[in-house]
């Protein structure tokens, strides 16, 4: 058996964004790099069924971007997957979701794999549309939003998560692709044996530009803050005066204050 | 400028989400018409054209064959934009269309100028506009985001049927989880977000919410780590609250956090990071380590 896991490496959500010079995408200066959170449920479930089958199947990480990717791959690594790919792309920024679809589909076409598992979406750009065009690409069914998977006899059995708290089950045929939701399962953290272990396991590189040279489909453009709609306010300083502040104003503006 | 509306359907009936599609497409202008797999006995209003499959027979959620049937309107109507609500049908139908027509696809569409359209991104941080290269396209609207419109009229009905096979074996639905903590009735709820750190930090945002004789709620991620049991959970994938007040601890503020609260009375928000969308909803944005400010605010109101 052979799963393919797709991540991606995304800013700190926490971050201060500014946009970069032509206001496409945001200036990747100063920004600190970190798995996509709905890839580490992604790379969790993959390992664990991997456990499950008794450690048969063998996982393959991938990653497009530049080199700082590699540390997130080697995060996958050291949580369990076996081997990587790092498809280079300096400008990843610049690349959307057909094109880095159409780079994954290109790499997945000849491997036969059985699995594909990727995060719903991702945090910066979260367009939620990778993982299902590599599964159309592929020719491959699949299915998004999980909660809940379980593997058995070649079948995965998904629960997907709708709305407002309603789940579905679903059950489809490998090979194919799932998408994960946040909750899925419960991320470990790497150990510092497996960490050291993941440095001798072995990281493909491959050129993006050799895979796929597809067109976007969309451009980018005016990245910025969002114009502020309410008409809040905005307090600093010191704990004790903002204490006040915020007293002063609660017994103002709500009834609920006694 | 030609819309094909992808209405939904689940459990026997038409989602009111649907009346958002519909809002969308009077924002815009052109000509709307819809497309659902539902039912041929309760044949939803609208004005113009229905591209109809039977849920019976097609299922209502079966991502392979609805997709050949949507195909099949698209062919008969050629409609410049499809357009889905970006929900968990949505998001997963909508690239498997764009795929096959291999036409761009806009993802969680928030507003429109010409045919720039505004999403969001970093989880919602920051905004940007997405313009499709190709003449037709397929969006996802964010729910909400356009105002919902009551469909009027009797629709003219185009009956969609296919022999696609399906590769998706549709189980069943588990209902939602009972709600031991009724939230939706609280005047004030004061919730935690991922912004306690750590599951001891919770009694922190606990101790102001007895303090001020509120609710605890919580955002999703508090939940998923299990810091806090679902039943607390506020959003769309938990309870929607209105109380008079809202106090947001450490929470960013996810749209799905966001849908769940918006319209709470006063929203008091405390967070570390003075650009965390919560600040676009909230009344006071206080920025401060809710672990250094909520004990203090505690103190005083105890």
Redesign the interface.
Known sequence: MKILVCIKQVPDMESHFRPNGSATWFDESDLAFRMNEYDEYAVEEAVRLKEQLGGAPEITVLSIGPDRVIEAIKKALAIGCDCAVHIKEPDVASKEPWQIASIIAAYARSKQFDLVFTGMQSQDRGSAQVGVLVAELLGIPSTTTLVGFAWADGVVTATRELEGGVKSKVRLKTPALVTCQLGLNSPRYPTLPNIMKARKKEITTLQAGELSSEKPLTGSAAFRHPEKRGSGVVLEGSVDELVEKVLVILKDKTAVLR | MKLLLVGEY?EGRLLDTTAELLGFAAAIGGEASLFLVGSAEAVPAFSGSLYLADAKVYGE?N??VHKQLLLKAVQEENPDLVVFI????G??L???V???L???????VIGFSGN?YE????????????????SKAVITIQ?GAFPALQAEGTPVVKVLSTDSAS???????????AKDVNLAKA??VVSAGRGVGKKENIEVVRSLAKA??GELGAS??V????WIDHGHQVG???QTVTP??YVACGI?GSIQHLAGMKKS????AIN????A?I??????????DLL??VP??TA??S
């Open positions: 689940r959620y991502p392979e970006h929900s968990s049908y998001w997963d909508a690239p498997r764009a795929a096959s291999k036409v761009a696809q806009v993802s969680e720039a999403v969001g991104c970093c989880n919602a941080k920051m905004h940007r506009n997405v313009t499709p290269s190709t729910a590769t998706t074996e549709f189980i069943g639905y588990e209902p939602a989880e005047e004030i001020i004789g999703r991620p939940v998923d780590a299990g769309s994938t938990g008079k007040l960013s009375g006063f929203i008091l570390k990071d003075k650009d969308p600040g676009e909803v909230a009344d006071v944005l206080v920025v401060a250094q400010f203090a605010l005083k109101l």
